[in-house]
């Protein structure tokens, strides 16, 4: 292939985005999770409307009725491989805008064409579940062997075509090994393809499809939200330049921007060739065609081909582009280099792009479209092999007298067998060096023999056996011969090298597509066969409905069908002409008289010609976007209402059985949610003794909840004294025994629900007080709060002592009062109290969301969450309806369950989160994130030495990476310390652009010496600046005020702060208002700008105690919610240390603190000279360790002391790891901001 050789540069190691448990919980977790979804939905489908996967027709074919709007999605879904969207950005990355379009022209008019050929198969086979089922009726044994290899061939190399490009973009993005996702990634597709057969490829296909046109319209925003880039217009002024530092060979003018690319169209060829045979010779597209109602087939085919092809065009063209656009900025995870040709053969220039515009959320995205795309492709062929493993071998070949049962086992077996063959047989291509990019253009020898033979075997009734068999085999072995000749003709060797480059590829793939063809005709010609179509359906293929039929019943059926077809004949050849008119249409709108003219004219895009062609691709996928996602529900609609109505039905007849097992499945998922709330809890605030007291209150809810659940299972299968007037009046003693003990169950159950609500109602009021305190939102927390707990003791009087007197006759049967019984009083109090007060819980928070300094995508995603609790006010409503409107009937006791569940569920999500940011490192709430893009492929960076003797306070250290937010700067490799004092220093990280060298030593007659006058920093130093905009003369005259907002605890980690600060953006001086006066804090001669104004608050302002006592739980709430934005803390050691700090409760979730700052060791201490007072750092009673652990990197950062050795050096920083790390680890983990420093001093 071209691109292998297209670019030399090393490829040092990228750390992935992601951790290895995101891998393992996608490819696991959410496989399995889709698996019981779609298992759940296939049983659900079996109970209201009757579709039994039990059955082979079922399970092969949805009995032939799925419709136009599921089959074009089903249709997208099955062409939406991986390898599309890795494989588009992969030829857009080498080739230009030509390589996406090319991509998308070979993918769209062969989906069209095969409208026609499921048409005539409609027309001709009614009863097919296979193509190879045609081919040996036509031909016969020795036919429909040959097919059935051309057939597994071509499913073979697609699926390890699909898991190679996937399991190595997996692979990227979490650090997962690539063979453990190759084996993983087809579990949970052969689980519900197992169990739900063609009807759940169609329902997953649907989903998935959904999904990742989502993401990828999601993608289409993103990329032009990116600062470098901007706009369509800033992406081609960037990509323009590009072709002329780096021109494209082949390409007109070297340019990206044009379709005239002779690679580009050399793969386009290989490209739509390889993907006839893909789709012609797979026998799943025919298996759709075959569930498709015959009215579906044509629509849902040209549909599903149209919207597809905005797919890989708009995809490919902006990821690509993106990836080469920021290649050179430090956003890419290959900074500062570009990507290897192993990277990209391997497809991962899509992972790249999307890491580089979107950040951690971006390999996120990426992870789900790529998993989705491969489970959904891979139960396409899984589900197409099965059927020829059960139809085509088994029943043919084995037992032509298989029951229905024998063809599901035998399919279920092909399904299980074929996905652990298709995972072997892509780890052996893997070890062999096979990627991506060589499947990707050699797959057409392969599968394209079959395209001609196949398509006259059911358009041609001329094609003679002989042509059929002979015809691919021998194109077949021309093509593998061409393809292996040219390689070693070109290259001088036959290698996995050689045979993946362009030339070799395209001449195989045209020999193996076209020379059967052409032999087919010509030997068909010489001794033409006379086929009557009549034989396709005087075959019985279709299994009965009725197992026990007798073959009577069984012929019935079989005419049945044929004559159902025969009567549609007229509206199907209808349909045919308007399918081959689409497939004309599209093949030359697509491929002729759109590109080739483009491709002659040589034209190279002007800005205003590339904005329209990016504009319309974006404008088509998102349509693409709304088709796959509406039609569907549009089209089967009225099915989905009929699921609605046999629902009730169903319900109506098993509620007692079903109680149980919704109420237990309640209980377990309400006890799951509450236990990864106490570990979040327990994890944030380090002990188990220092949980707060809602998380007590929430295991008091669960205990009565628990009683509830008891209660209710009990009540299903008793009465109580609420009498239904339609029964017998008479009750025997027996019957009123059971309802005394139903009635109590009932009072007690009552109580349990009604403790249930209102102590989740507390446990959200306490942490909303803490959110709150010292905000004017916290008396109305107060007032809710008083509002609930009068409402409880109001609702429980009247319910004890008020409605029924006197109390027994809560049991008493019958009871004298019907409010003892229908409780008609207490229903509407609790109505009213209950909802009303939910109500307010919930819109305490919002205020607090909408107002705090965060995004507004940000904030939508807080409300929504605490917005959760409309689930319970619907479930509390719904309960009240049925108590009122079925007070006979037992829906109230689902919904009484189902309100209690949700409530706890609700009020503990927002709580969890610590949890799954663990386990999975994932980004923090406020936009932090413990993941680092190192260059290095390493998780720390290392100190190292440059001789025995340097210069004193200087130090080298492998940098790693900046932190969001920081895309422009980089860490430097000197370290200079703050108050150059002798010995005594404390180390600072200098921020510095990457083509900045930065050199200081003591200024000429000077030993660093102190000046006289009252700041605090050194003037003794001299700065030498190479290169970038630092170059320049400083005009001192000037100054440049730059507004920082930062919050410190005292004088001492001010100082720190401020310092650090001023080193980070260069400043002359550094000013600040202390006390309603404006103070100058340093100069220094080293500084580009002249002056930096910095915003602080002192937590004087806030809190009146010693500075360094613990935190209050109000103290964060007022640190984040006042002032001017706060976004740098400076604490010391002591507040740092604080283990009741209410910062673990509100960093978690919203605060704009980007860096805090912490002092470690001996406080500084005033010292008095004879002129003035200089605050001084010193080192006298500290541990001796001038250390930077820096917490972004898991890594310290040392500035060596004067004549130590490189070892002992490395022993310092050593002694002085356990020292910091105790303290800083787990509580700047348990943050979550952007970055945390430990400063030793």
């Known amino acids: 292939m071209t691109f292998r050789a297209e670019r030399g540069v090393s490829q040092d190691a990228v750390s992935p985005p992601l951790p290895q448990a995101a891998g393992y919980a996608v490819v696991i977790g959410v496989g399995f999770l889709i698996a019981l979804v779609m298992m759940a939905l296939t049983r659900l489908l079996k109970r209201t409307v009757g579709e039994d996967n039990k059955t082979t027709e079922m399970f092969m074919t949805a009995n032939r009725s799925v419709g136009t709007g599921l089959t074009a999605s089903a249709v997208v879904s099955s062409w939406l491989w991986s390898t599309a969207m890795l494989g588009s950005t992969l030829v857009g990355y080498n080739f230009g805008v030509a390589g996406p379009f090319w991509f998308a022209a070979g993918c769209s008019p062969m989906i069209v064409f095969f409208a026609v050929l499921g048409i005539a198969c409609k027309m001709r086979v009614p009863e097919a579940h296979t193509l190879l089922e045609i081919v040996r009726i036509r031909y016969g044994k020795l036919g429909h062997v040959v097919w059935i290899v051309l057939c597994l061939i071509n499913n073979i190399i697609a699926i390890a075509n699909m898991l190679l490009g996937a399991s190595s973009a997996i692979a990227a993005l979490t650090g997962m090994h690539v063979i453990a996702a190759t084996f993983l990634l087809p579990v949970g597709v052969v689980l519900y393809t197992f169990v739900g057969g063609i009807k759940a490829t169609f329902l997953t296909d649907y989903m998935h499809t959904v999904c990742i046109t989502i993401i990828i319209c999601f993608f289409t925003v993103k990329t032009f939200v990116v600062p470098e880039i901007g706009s369509p217009a800033g992406l081609y002024d960037i990509i323009e330049k590009l072709g002329q530092l780096h021109p494209v060979a082949g390409n007109e003018d070297g340019s990206y921007l044009t379709m005239t690319s002779k690679n580009a169209i050399l793969f386009g060829i290989i490209h739509i060739l390889a993907n006839f045979g893909l789709v012609i010779m797979d026998t799943g597209f025919f298996s759709k065609a075959f569930s498709a109602a015959p009215h579906a087939v044509v629509p849902g085919y040209i549909v599903g081909g149209i919207a597809y092809f905005a797919i890989p065009w708009c995809l490919g063209t902006l990821m690509s582009f993106s990836a080469l656009a920021l290649e050179g900025t430090d956003r890419f995870p290959t900074f500062p280099r570009r990507m290897s040709p192993v990277e990209v053969s391997n497809g991962l220039v899509l992972p790249y792009a999307a890491v580089a515009i979107a950040g951690q959320g971006g390999a996120v995205a990426v992870l789900l479209i790529v998993f989705m795309a491969v489970t959904s492709t891979i139960s396409a062929q899984v589900i197409a092999v099965s059927s020829i493993i059960s139809f085509d071998i088994y029943r043919q070949y084995f037992n032509?007298?298989?029951?229905?049962?024998?063809?599901?086992?035998?399919?279920?077996?092909?399904?299980?067998?074929?996905?652990?063959?298709?995972?072997?047989?892509?780890?052996?291509?893997?070890?062999?060096?096979?990627?991506?990019?060589?499947?990707?253009?050699?797959?057409?020898?392969?599968?394209?023999?079959?395209?001609?033979?196949?398509?006259?075997?059911?358009?041609?009734?001329?094609?003679?056996?002989?042509?059929?068999?002979?015809?691919?085999?021998?194109?077949?072995?021309?093509?593998?011969?061409?393809?292996?000749?040219?390689?070693?003709?070109?290259?001088?060797?036959?290698?996995?090298?050689?045979?993946?480059?362009?030339?070799?590829?395209?001449?195989?793939?045209?020999?193996?597509?076209?020379?059967?063809?052409?032999?087919?005709?010509?030997?068909?010609?010489?001794?033409?066969?006379?086929?009557?179509?009549?034989?396709?359906?005087?075959?019985?293929?279709?299994?009965?409905?009725?197992?026990?039929?007798?073959?009577?019943?069984?012929?019935?059926?079989?005419?049945?069908?044929?004559?159902?077809?025969?009567?549609?004949?007229?509206?199907?050849?209808?349909?045919?002409?308007?399918?081959?008119?689409?497939?004309?249409?599209?093949?030359?709108?697509?491929?002729?008289?759109?590109?080739?003219?483009?491709?002659?004219?040589?034209?190279?895009?002007?800005?205003?010609?590339?904005?329209?062609?990016?504009?319309?691709?974006?404008?088509?996928v998102w349509g693409t976007m709304l088709v796959v996602s509406l039609y569907p529900i549009a089209d089967g609609w009225s099915q989905i209402r009929q699921v609605y109505r046999a629902l009730g039905r169903v319900g109506r007849k098993s509620n007692m059985s079903s109680l149980a097992a919704e109420s237990w499945t309640w209980y377990g998922l309400t006890w799951l949610v509450v236990v990864i709330r106490m570990v979040s809890q327990i994890l944030l605030r380090g002990s188990v003794k220092k949980l707060k007291p809602d998380d007590g209150l929430m295991l008091f809810a669960m205990a009565t909840d628990t009683v509830l659940i008891v209660c209710?299972?009990?009540?299903?299968?008793?009465?109580?004294?609420?009498?239904?007037?339609?029964?017998?009046?008479?009750?025997?003693?027996?019957?009123?025994?059971?309802?005394?003990?139903?009635?109590?169950?009932?009072?007690?159950?009552?109580?349990?629900?009604?403790?249930?609500?209102?102590?989740?109602?507390?446990?959200?009021?306490?942490?909303?007080?803490?959110?709150?305190?010292?905000?004017?939102?916290?008396?109305?927390?107060?007032?809710?709060?008083?509002?609930?707990?009068?409402?409880?003791?109001?609702?429980?009087?009247?319910?004890?002592?008020?409605?029924?007197?006197?109390?027994?006759?809560?049991?008493?049967?019958?009871?004298?009062?019907?409010?003892?019984?229908?409780?008609?009083?207490?229903?509407?109090?609790?109505?009213?109290?209950?909802?009303?007060?939910?109500?307010?819980?919930?819109?305490?928070?919002?205020?607090?969301?909408?107002?705090?300094?965060?995004?507004?995508?940000?904030?939508?995603?807080?409300?929504?969450?605490?917005?959760?609790?409309?689930?319970?006010?619907?479930?509390?409503?719904?309960?009240?309806?049925?108590?009122?409107?079925?007070?006979?009937?037992?829906?109230?006791?689902?919904?009484?369950?189902?309100?209690?569940?949700?409530?706890?569920?609700?009020?503990?999500?927002?709580?969890?989160?610590?949890?799954?940011?663990?386990?999975?490192?994932?980004?923090?709430?406020?936009?932090?994130?413990?993941?680092?893009?190192?260059?290095?492929?390493?998780?720390?960076?290392?100190?190292?030495?440059?001789?025995?003797?340097?210069?004193?306070?200087?130090?080298?250290?492998?940098?790693?990476?900046?932190?969001?937010?920081?895309?422009?700067?980089?860490?430097?490799?000197?370290?200079?310390?703050?108050?150059?004092?002798?010995?005594?220093?404390?180390?600072?990280?200098?921020?510095?652009?990457?083509?900045?060298?930065?050199?200081?030593?003591?200024?000429?007659?000077?030993?660093?010496?102190?000046?006289?006058?009252?700041?605090?920093?050194?003037?003794?130093?001299?700065?030498?600046?190479?290169?970038?905009?630092?170059?320049?003369?400083?005009?001192?005259?000037?100054?440049?005020?730059?507004?920082?907002?930062?919050?410190?605890?005292?004088?001492?980690?001010?100082?720190?702060?401020?310092?650090?600060?001023?080193?980070?953006?260069?400043?002359?001086?550094?000013?600040?208002?202390?006390?309603?006066?404006?103070?100058?804090?340093?100069?220094?001669?080293?500084?580009?700008?002249?002056?930096?104004?910095?915003?602080?608050?002192?937590?004087?302002?806030?809190?009146?105690?010693?500075?360094?006592?613990?935190?209050?739980?109000?103290?964060?709430?007022?640190?984040?919610?006042?002032?001017?934005?706060?976004?740098?803390?400076?604490?010391?050691?002591?507040?740092?240390?604080?283990?009741?700090?209410?910062?673990?409760?509100?960093?978690?979730?919203?605060?704009?603190?980007?860096?805090?700052?912490?002092?470690?060791?001996?406080?500084?201490?005033?010292?008095?000279?004879?002129?003035?007072?200089q605050r001084r750092w010193t080192l006298k009673d500290a541990p001796g360790c001038p250390l930077v652990w820096n917490l972004a990197q898991q890594s310290f950062e040392a500035p060596s002391p004067e004549s130590s050795s490189p070892e002992s050096n490395t022993w310092m920083a050593d002694v002085c790891r356990g020292w910091t790390e105790r303290l800083v680890w787990h509580q700047v983990e348990t943050l979550g901001v952007r970055k945390a420093y430990a400063v030793a001093h």
């Open 400 to 620: 032509r007298q298989a029951s229905d049962r024998d063809a599901i086992r035998w399919s279920h077996i092909g399904v299980v067998a074929f996905g652990i063959f298709s995972a072997a047989f892509s780890t052996a291509l893997y070890y062999g060096k096979v990627d991506l990019g060589w499947t990707l253009y050699m797959l057409g020898v392969l599968t394209c023999p079959g395209i001609f033979p196949t398509i006259f075997t059911i358009l041609w009734k001329k094609q003679s056996k002989a042509a059929a068999i002979i015809s691919p085999l021998l194109g077949m072995a021309i093509g593998i011969a061409v393809w292996l000749g040219s390689a070693s003709a070109l290259y001088g060797e036959v290698s996995v090298a050689s045979t993946g480059q362009t030339l070799p590829c395209v001449y195989g793939t045209v020999a193996s597509a076209l020379s059967p063809g052409l032999l087919s005709i010509v030997i068909s010609v010489a001794r033409p066969a006379h086929f009557d179509w009549a034989e396709f359906r005087n075959e019985r293929l279709a299994f009965n409905k009725n197992p026990g039929a007798d073959s009577d019943e069984e012929l019935k059926t079989h005419e049945e069908n044929v004559q159902r077809y025969a009567d549609d004949k007229i509206r199907l050849k209808r349909w045919g002409r308007i399918a081959a008119i689409w497939a004309a249409a599209t093949f030359f709108g697509h491929w002729v008289v759109w590109p080739l003219p483009m491709y002659a004219a040589k034209y190279v895009f002007e800005r205003g010609f590339f904005v329209a062609w990016v504009s319309v691709a974006i404008v088509w």
């Open 712 to 1173: 209710m299972n009990i009540i299903s299968h008793t009465n109580s004294n609420l009498i239904d007037p339609n029964e017998p009046a008479t009750l025997t003693p027996e019957d009123i025994k059971q309802r005394v003990f139903g009635s109590k169950m009932v009072l007690v159950s009552e109580q349990m629900q009604i403790l249930t609500i209102w102590t989740v109602k507390a446990c959200l009021l306490l942490m909303y007080h803490r959110l709150t305190l010292s905000l004017k939102g916290n008396l109305i927390v107060k007032i809710v709060a008083g509002y609930v707990a009068v409402g409880f003791v109001v609702m429980e009087v009247l319910y004890l002592g008020v409605w029924c007197r006197p109390f027994s006759q809560y049991w008493a049967v019958p009871p004298d009062n019907p409010q003892c019984s229908a409780a008609t009083n207490h229903l509407i109090t609790n109505a009213v109290l209950n909802i009303s007060s939910d109500l307010m819980i919930i819109m305490i928070p919002m205020p607090i969301f909408l107002q705090s300094r965060i995004s507004l995508k940000k904030k939508i995603v807080l409300c929504t969450v605490f917005a959760l609790g409309g689930f319970t006010i619907l479930s509390a409503i719904l309960n009240k309806y049925y108590s009122f409107s079925e007070p006979y009937g037992s829906a109230w006791t689902f919904w009484y369950i189902r309100e209690s569940s949700t409530a706890i569920i609700v009020a503990n999500l927002p709580l969890t989160w610590t949890l799954f940011r663990r386990m999975f490192n994932l980004r923090s709430f406020n936009g932090g994130s413990d993941y680092s893009k190192t260059r290095s492929g390493h998780p720390t960076s290392t100190v190292r030495s440059q001789g025995q003797r340097r210069n004193p306070g200087r130090s080298y250290i492998s940098a790693g990476e900046g932190r969001d937010g920081m895309h422009d700067l980089g860490p430097a490799e000197s370290q200079e310390q703050i108050n150059k004092d002798d010995d005594y220093g404390i180390s600072l990280k200098i921020y510095q652009r990457r083509d900045v060298q930065v050199k200081s030593e003591p200024a000429a007659g000077t030993s660093g010496s102190k000046s006289e006058s009252n700041e605090s920093l050194p003037e003794g130093l001299t700065t030498t600046i190479k290169g970038g905009h630092r170059d320049s003369t400083r005009d001192v005259e000037t100054s440049v005020h730059v507004r920082i907002p930062l919050l410190y605890v005292n004088r001492e980690a001010r100082d720190v702060a401020l310092a650090w600060i001023q080193r980070e953006a260069k400043a002359t001086e550094v000013r600040y208002r202390e006390d309603g006066t404006d103070r100058v804090f340093g100069r220094t001669f080293e500084a580009q700008r002249d002056a930096l104004y910095v915003e602080t608050e002192t937590l004087n302002d806030f809190y009146s105690e010693p500075y360094d006592r613990l935190f209050e739980p109000d103290l964060a709430q007022r640190m984040v919610s006042s002032g001017p934005g706060i976004t740098r803390l400076a604490v010391s050691e002591s507040t740092f240390r604080s283990e009741n700090s209410a910062l673990t409760d509100m960093f978690d979730w919203y605060s704009g603190v980007a860096e805090i700052f912490v002092v470690v060791g001996t406080q500084p201490r005033w010292e008095h000279n004879s002129r003035k007072v």
